[in-house]
């Protein structure tokens, strides 16, 4: 090893490579973490007075030596707003910085290499662990995230299936039967069922518990009544006017999140039907808007913020080697009733 130049400041990241060990190592050792072995220690700090290696005074301030970035696509719902408040403080106690990036376009998303290339640039700035809120992780950053040991954690995957993925949730199957179980218990008999993508697992569970309410009931499945489309006002109000617009329309409408049951109040405005005198609606997520509906909507409350706080734990961990105890981590659902559920009107 020769000795920078003046004109060649050495950098951590010079250290690291070094010294063969992660970016993340050598920054443990400059700030005095007590996490790192004794040998690895010493390696690094002689790399450090062999190159000259001189951090700036602005280093010796930095307490936060940990990056972590969240990647989603859905930063104007609520939803996102408010799983983000929970990674965002818990990032801050743990004195992480946090950086947000869209989902990374081709070739990152189709080639292990161009994944590679993309993480490896990311760690070397610092980062040590990927948060995906809600978005599909392709199969060629899941192997790359392998390839450069970074811990990779998504909340509410569109896909489940994946066996290598941690993934954190709650119980949708459970919320979406115990919306059901509610209007059912008011007497409704129509029911239908508005939800998001049928590529989204999270929709599809909710689904699956809405069914499983219906069949626990008695109640016969009408196909008329089921519809899949996104997670969006427009949607919910598009297909809440079309069923309200029935012959024989449902009595209550179990909504896959609180943007589709916004809609569907929305929908039930415009066409006169009273909620919930005629129409009982119910949403999924709890989200602060849940309550600025007119009637306040009855919904699944989700913990969004125990959910990014408990990513932030989970990706931390695993980036100092610790392994969660499951790969697949569910948080409890529970039903918020407010003033958008009632009995269902005599026939």
Known sequence: MRRQGRSERATLADVARLAGVSPTTASKVLNGRSDVGAKTRELVLGVMAEIGYKPTAARYEQTRDRTLVTVLDIVESRYAGTVLQGILVAATSAQAELLLRLPPDEPVSTSRTAARAWLEEEKVSGVVGIIALAVAVPDPLLLAAEDVEMPVVTIDPIDTTESRLVSIGSTNWAGGRSATEHVIRFGHRRIAWIGGPLGS???????????????????????????????????????????????????????????????????????????????????????????????????????????????????????????????????????????????????
């Open 201 to 347: 697992a999270p929709s599809l569970e909710r689904f699956h518990g809405y069914q499983a309410a219906l069949d626990s009931a008695g109640i016969a499945p009408d196909r008329a009544l089921v519809r899949h489309e996104a997670f969006s006002v427009e949607a919910g109000q598009r297909h809440g006017h079309a069923l309200l617009s029935l012959d024989e329309r449902p009595t209550a409408i179990v909504a896959g999140n609180d943007e589709i049951a916004v809609g569907v109040l929305a929908a039930a405005k415009e066409l006169g039907i009273s909620v919930p005198g005629e129409l009982s609606v119910t949403g999924f997520d709890d989200t602060p808007q849940a309550q600025w509906t007119t009637p306040r909507l009855t919904s699944v409350r989700q913990p969004l913020v125990g959910m990014g706080r408990m990513a932030v734990e989970t990706v931390l961990g695993m980036a100092d080697g610790v392994q969660p105890a499951s790969r697949h981590l569910q948080l409890a659902t529970t039903l918020s009733v407010r003033d958008s559920t009632g009995p269902a009107p005599s026939s």
